[in-house]
């Protein structure tokens, strides 16, 4: 008999299954504006990632210090704290499209230092530092801009989509990255790998020229103190948003073990060190992949909190394991827990923050999902310099489990955050103020 007769035909509820847990890609298909955004993040990501692994890389191999590769994530810290705040003012008071470009100058400037400083005979370590203090500082102003630009070019109901194709944007490219950085830096030298880098910002830059100019609405003020104390203001009177940006802040700072990648890799082999980079992003892309359950799914600060306890748990994993495949497994479901509370709380951000104040918000999330890894490389390494490797990373993610239980006792709203009642409120809010501007217009 024929293949066609004896094949079973596929119920129609399977294919519907099938076909709302797959990655949807309509936000590509529908906007031009955003397709070619993506695209060029797409590839500058991916030479962002490679100089992510060899940046840390080289100053392991420079001094041989876990101590000073966690001090790294300071020095990138003050910088993004200082700018992050000045970035969302700016985001909400000039073109976003064009602050982004200048931001990636800043990255390609610091790229163009890593690589004159890598040629060197003996390359200086506090030139290392510096590039990712300017690195950290253009990131500042880069992220508020590209977040507050995306809801801009679709409407709001494909959030829940966009933010699993910035997942997918980042899984995909801190596997490739990371995977090849390690050997590229060990085999060609860091110069090899900051070049790629570089380059990458060139086609990005040409993406973000084709894209439209989209003005800022008249109800943005100048960049300010008194328009960040807006901002301030707004995410405090939000306790669903105050908790998506302390439970992430309690989940990298105890749980985020990067900064010892290096010294645990060299126990397995020095090249796994990109695997374990990697790692962190093939359970974000299955997730991705299969993110279509997530429209469905309501009780988005539920979500998030045992995401946070997965992730945590998945840490304790990784710091007690001694096979590298176990290890590697481990960080693959860190990954995908952290990948799923990434989706919700992007999506609680891009559907219920007014336009008016989503530069100045993207500051505040920012400092809340930077801060943590930043800060929490330097607890790592200082953790680890005075009591082991397997200790800083298992009490790290133990602290983690139990830091996302107090929080969730504390900010009963974000637990029981219901996403039906944000997009209301949101529309509410701008239908409030249409009024208002109608109101001072007609006066």
Not at 91 to 118: H, P, Q, T, Y
Not at 386 to 408: D, K, N, P, Y
Request: net charge neutral.
């Amino acid at each position: 008999m024929s293949e066609s007769k004896t094949s079973p035909h596929v119920p129609g509820w399977l294919r519907r299954l099938l076909g709302s847990a797959t990655l949807d890609f309509t936000p590509l298909r529908v906007s031009r504006d955003y397709r070619l955004l993506f695209i060029g993040q797409l590839v500058s990501a991916f030479g962002y990632a490679i100089t992510y692994v060899a940046l840390p890389w080289q100053v392991y191999q420079l001094t041989k210090s876990t101590l000073l590769v966690g001090l790294l994530g300071l020095t990138e810290f003050v910088p993004m704290l200082a700018l992050a705040f000045v970035g969302g003012a700016l985001a909400d008071a000039v073109d976003r499209r064009r602050l982004i470009l200048w931001a990636e100058a800043g990255l390609a400037l610091s790229c163009s230092a890593l690589i004159a400083n890598a040629l060197l005979p003996e390359p200086r370590v506090w030139v290392l530092f510096c590039a990712a203090a300017l690195t950290a500082g253009s990131n500042a102003l880069h992220r508020p801009a590209l977040e507050s630009l995306t809801p801009q070019l679709l409407p709001a109901e494909h959030m829940p989509a966009v933010a699993a194709l910035s997942s997918f944007r980042f899984s995909f490219t801190f596997i490739v990255g990371p995977a090849i950085a390690g050997v590229i830096a060990e085999t060609f030298g860091a110069a090899t790998a900051y070049g790629i880098d570089l380059a990458t910002y060139a086609v990005s830059i040409a993406t973000l020229l084709l894209i439209r100019s989209i003005p800022t609405t008249g109800a943005s003020p100048r960049p300010s103190l008194r328009s960040v104390a807006e901002g301030l203001r707004y995410a405090r009177s939000r306790p669903e948003l105050l908790g998506t940006y302390l439970i992430d802040i309690n989940a990298m700072f105890f749980g985020m073990p990067i900064a010892l990648f290096p010294a645990i890799a060299a126990s397995f082999g020095g090249a796994s060190v990109g695997l374990f980079y990697s790692m962190l992003a093939v359970g974000p892309l299955l997730v991705t992949l299969t993110s279509g359950w997530t429209n469905r799914v309501q009780r988005h600060g539920l979500g998030v909190t045992w995401a946070v306890v997965a992730w945590g748990l998945a840490i304790v994993g990784f710091g007690l394991a001694t096979n590298l495949w176990v290890a590697l497994a481990f960080l693959g479901l860190a990954g995908a827990a952290d990948c799923v509370s990434g989706l919700f709380r992007m999506t609680m951000w891009n559907q219920t923050i007014p336009d008016r104040l989503r530069g100045r918000l993207a500051g505040i999330e920012m400092v809340s999902y930077t801060s943590g890894p930043y800060l929490g490389n330097a607890e790592a390494g200082l953790v680890a310099s005075a009591f082991g490797l397997r200790t800083s990373v298992v009490s790290g993610g133990i602290l983690c489990v139990a830091g996302a239980a107090v929080l969730a006792l504390l900010l009963p709203k974000f637990i029981h955050y219901d996403a039906r009642e944000g997009l209301a409120g949101k529309r509410e809010e701008e239908e409030a103020l249409k009024a208002e501007e109608a109101t001072h217009a007609n006066g």
